[in-house]
């Protein structure tokens, strides 16, 4: 057990999960937040992320974790981990805005001896030329000499219960040994395999490869989809057989688009460096991108061929959209397909109804909508239903038997749910 101090900068969905799991290893945990009302909530012992309840945080507390947003932490503080948002700005370049105001903030407060880890997804050369300046100058230390300085990118899959903080591999990357060492020593005292990179700028990209490989191989099966369905093959049954093949392939499945806050953001970062630096596309990403994109209309020109077949037109019709979230058996929201499948269907005068376990009340960009209070009376009310996250709590084979119609976009749905 360690007696020493870390401050986590950022208490989302990455940064109070490393505060749980580095309070549990015995560190002092202060958690640096600027949203004054998740400081306030968090202190009071309640949770806003999927993969911690109100007990975790009470359990937190119990330790000595502590909800802040007084930046004074970061002076007493042996690490200090930048968990802040990455998002895409105007145009689809990359956002830095919450990293640099992050490392000035730690810069401002740093003290002799400290390990700076950024943890934010981003693209290579981040950390050496934007947030190393920006420490320096604040703390008037140098880098190296003062302090160290690492890369470690979060590998976090909400909702996943096989593979947590503790067991999965993390990579971390120092401008040197001793910063590398820094990483390895702290993120060692409560992770099972902790992986030395040779440099940050190899740990940035890993990560971004990581998810990139993960948004060509759906855009993949989509594109894939799309042609078998014209051609009468069901590609569900293609996946099925290639997945029984033990090396050389992974499965991936269609769906009605990517969302989340990684796999439709993080490849962007990579392709605007390669463009920025280099002056040529990052052809994969932006294909992928393109058929990613596709895909919610691609929904919504589905169910206007079921509701046709059953001699109906969309305008008027009542879509039944069940799972609004971005995947199954969470709560978050962010950058789901469901929007862009309810706005497609609305722009056709669809009229749309929802349900899902984990949200009431649903914000589209054309007004809200609230949750259909009987899911059963719902399914049978509706001209169509889709299938947009096949949460566990779904029954959908009795679903699927009770619907006039359903889509089905992720092939969980037994017939005669029709799947995409
Ligand atoms: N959520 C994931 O599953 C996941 C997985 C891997 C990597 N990431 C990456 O981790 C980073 C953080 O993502 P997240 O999902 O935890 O974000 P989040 O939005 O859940 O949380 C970020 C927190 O940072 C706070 N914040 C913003 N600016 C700040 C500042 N200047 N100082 C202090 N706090 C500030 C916000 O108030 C918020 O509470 C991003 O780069 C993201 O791409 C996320």
Known sequence: MTSKTVTIVGQGYVGLPLAQAAARAGWRVHGLDVTESLVEALNDGTSHVDDLSDADIQEMLGLGYRATTDPAVVADSDVVVICVPTPLGDGGSPDLGAVKASSRTVGDNLTEGTTVILESTTYPGTTDGIVKPILEMASGLTAGDDFQLAYSP????????????????????????????????????????????????????????????????????????KFCKELNIDIWEVIRGAATKPFGFMKFTPGPGVGGH????????????????????????????????SMPRYVADRVGELLNEHRKPVNG???????VTYKANIADQRESPA????????????????????VENWNLESGSVT??????????????????????????????????????????????????
């Open 154 to 225: 979060e590998r976090v899959d909400p909702g996943r219960t096989d593979y947590g903080i503790k067991n999965t591999p993390k990579l971390m990357g120092g401008m040197d040994d001793a910063s590398t060492q820094g990483a390895v020593a702290f993120y060692g005292s409560f992770i099972d395999h902790p992986v030395p990179m040779d440099g940050m700028r190899e740990a940035e990209t890993a990560k971004l490869l990581e998810n990139t490989f993960r948004h060509v191989n759906i855009a993949l099966v989509n594109e894939m989809a």
């Open 262 to 293: 990684c796999i439709p953001i993080d490849p962007n970062y990579l392709s605007y460096e390669v463009r920025n630096q280099l002056g040529y596309p990052f052809r994969f990403v932006e294909l992928a991108q393109e058929i990613n994109n």
């Open 317 to 323: 019709s009542e879509v039944l959209l069940l799972g």
């Open 339 to 358: 929007m862009p499948v309810a706005e497609a269907l609305r722009d056709r005068g669809a009229v749309i109804r929802f349900h899902d376990p984990m």
């Open 371 to 420: 949750r259909e209070a009987s899911l059963e009376e719902a399914v049978k009310a509706a001209d169509v239903v889709v299938v947009l996250q096949a949460h566990e709590t779904y029954d959908l084979e009795k679903l699927a038997a009770d619907a006039k119609v359903m889509l089905d976009t992720r092939g969980a749905a037994p017939k005669p749910a029709v799947r995409l």
